[in-house]
């Protein structure tokens, strides 16, 4: 007994992705934790999963690799286009750390946050608020970097009237040779930024879905409200907004370079983001699981052991 043999009639009937096939779903889990990094067909050759032991080497060596690639840009020459997340966070502290111990200035770097809270019309919390995202890239990168920091000028948030600007402004600095670096956590229903399954239903072909730069508004899976409940805002699910403003495929699958992060659990056993990881690595490209297409690109995704399991029922 289990929930593909008790969905018919339930409360849950419905409530998933539509474009879900539950049984295929399950079957990406492997009882052996271990073989989450056996690697699969539709990888890309230079992506690999980097597990971590526990969350303080998951934040250093998520944090290592950020600050490393803008090093290796810096030292080439080249602009970097960097998409960034609000979640995972752990990982801004030590970037700022390393760079600011090379001394590595960070006026080459182009900051794209991939997403911000809004109401339905894509109006956004203002940049003061503490739930607001580019508050938390303020306090957590651009200003502990201090003068190494990225210029104002070249930070840009996913407000209703920047967002659509995203594409051309990434478009035009890799036609000059920029790099486009893309940072990334996996949603409870493996979103990448807010671009959630559903979407999907929308779109005619894949090429059309691939094409989507971007979202306004953007309407969140319920799934999403509560995994945001629980992270971000302290179980209050009252403060959570329903809607968001998001990059879309047709930026986050323009990168040259993917910086992954799935640090997922919760304590005493419990976790929220196993399944997620599962699935990303096993499902292969589906426009309704968008994390799915993350390992057909180049870089690293850096996970936490204990996400890999064994995924059995342990009663907390």
Not at 32 to 46: K, L, M, Y
Not at 87 to 97: C, E, L, N
Request: net charge negative; charged share 15%.
């Amino acid at each position: 007994m289990d929930l593909l043999s008790t969905i018919d009639g339930s409360l849950l009937e419905g409530f998933f992705p539509a474009g879900w096939d539950l049984a295929k779903i399950d079957a990406c889990v492997d009882d052996n934790p271990a073989s989450i990094t056996d690697r699969q067909g539709f990888w890309h050759p230079e992506f690999s999963p980097v597990p971590c032991a526990n969350v303080g080497d998951f934040d250093a060596m998520l944090g290592h690799e950020i600050a490393h690639t803008i090093r290796l840009s810096r030292d080439a020459g080249e602009q970097l286009a960097l998409i960034l997340p609000v979640g995972p966070m752990g990982m801004y502290r030590w970037a700022v750390y390393f760079l600011q111990q090379w001394g590595v200035a960070c006026d080459h770097v182009h900051g794209f946050n991939m997403d911000e809270w809004s109401d339905a019309d894509g109006n956004t919390l203002p940049s003061d608020n503490s739930g607001a995202f580019q508050y938390a890239m303020e306090q957590a990168f651009y200003g502990p970097l201090g003068d190494l920091t990225v210029p104002q000028t070249q930070r840009n948030f996913a407000t209703k009237e920047n967002l659509p600007t995203f594409g051309e402004k990434i478009g035009n600095l890799k036609s000059a040779g920029a790099k486009l670096g893309v940072i990334f956590g996996i949603g409870r229903v493996c979103h990448i930024a807010f671009w959630e399954p559903q979407f999907a239903a929308e779109y005619d072909t894949e090429a059309e879905w691939k094409a989507q730069t971007h979202r306004i508004g953007a309407k969140l899976h319920p799934l999403t409200i509560e995994q945001n409940a629980i992270t971000s805002f302290k179980s209050r699910t009252t403060l959570v907004p329903a809607f968001a403003n998001t990059i879309g495929p047709g930026l986050f699958l323009q990168a040259d370079k993917i910086i992954g992060g799935a640090d997922g659990i919760l304590g005493r056993g419990m976790m929220w983001q196993g399944l997620s990881l599962w699935m990303t690595l096993r499902h292969g490209p589906s426009t309704w699981i968008p994390s799915s297409y993350m390992p057909t690109l180049p870089g690293k995704l850096f996970y936490l052991e204990e996400l890999a399991g064994p995924l059995v029922a342990e009663c907390n």
